[in-house]
């Protein structure tokens, strides 16, 4: 099984639905993190959290909400999804600031 | 200076051949230096870290430069399987801050 995963892996769906992404992971880590991958821009931080009582925003945290339901699960929502969340999302986990990252396979959101 | 910059390439080179990509960050106290790989619509997985006397894993080699504020990444003997885009990571901040991920140069390794 791995680290980190990501459900689901691919998801389309209607703008102005509610979408929820789910991350899981086993590596005991505290810190985790929500990111956004588009062409070109390179991968956008949307919120991250360095234990279950931490919530912090990110660079685009607009349209999205997070909740840390527990040291190990880390959902992403878009509450009413519009065309331009359209991307792929990447969940990460890590155990300090000096240490890497440990990203899961991804969701491909597509906004319709 | 932007935070994290890289040049984006792409880096076209044929197998066997030597390249290098460079990094520059803007905050000079910057703590920790990262290189990832990601392949295409794959997650970023660690490559290695940069360590400040310099480190070297098999065929990578990276270099942290603290006076000029870059870090260096050189491939030797390049695999058609190192194409990829390689992405330079700066723990640019002190205290609990998340990483900064530069939007990465692509590599392609030609037959």
């Known amino acids: 099984d791995a680290d980190v995963t990501q459900t689901p892996r691919n998801r389309i769906t209607k703008t102005g639905k509610r979408i929820m992404l789910e991350c899981s992971q086993t590596?005991?880590?505290?810190?985790m993190y929500w990111y956004r991958q588009d062409p070109g821009l390179g991968l956008r931080l949307i919120y991250y959290?360095?234990?279950?009582?931490?919530?912090n925003k990110g660079e685009i945290s607009d349209g999205y909400s997070v909740s840390r339901q527990a040291q190990a699960k880390f959902s992403l929502s878009l509450e009413s999804a519009i065309p331009n969340q359209t991307a792929l999302y990447f969940c990460a986990t890590s155990t300090g600031a000096n240490y890497g990252y440990t990203f899961g396979s991804g969701t491909r959101l597509t906004v319709v | 200076r932007k935070e994290v910059e890289q040049d984006p390439g792409p880096f076209n080179v044929p197998e066997g051949a030597t390249v290098a990509f460079n990094c520059t960050y803007s905050n000079s106290a910057s703590q920790s230096f990262f290189w990832y790989r990601q392949d295409c619509r794959k997650e970023p997985k660690l490559l290695m870290s940069v360590y400040s006397s310099g480190n070297e894993d098999g065929r990578f080699t990276a270099q942290l430069n603290r006076a000029s504020q870059y870090i260096s990444l050189l491939i030797r003997d390049s695999k058609l399987s190192d194409s990829a885009t390689y992405l330079c990571?700066?723990?640019?901040?002190?205290?609990?801050?998340?990483?900064?991920f530069g939007k990465g140069t692509r590599l392609s390794v030609i037959a």
């Open positions: 990571v700066v723990n640019l901040r002190t205290g609990n801050t998340p990483l900064v």
């Open positions: 590596k005991g880590h505290d810190r």
């Open positions: 959290s360095f234990d279950v009582k931490d919530i």
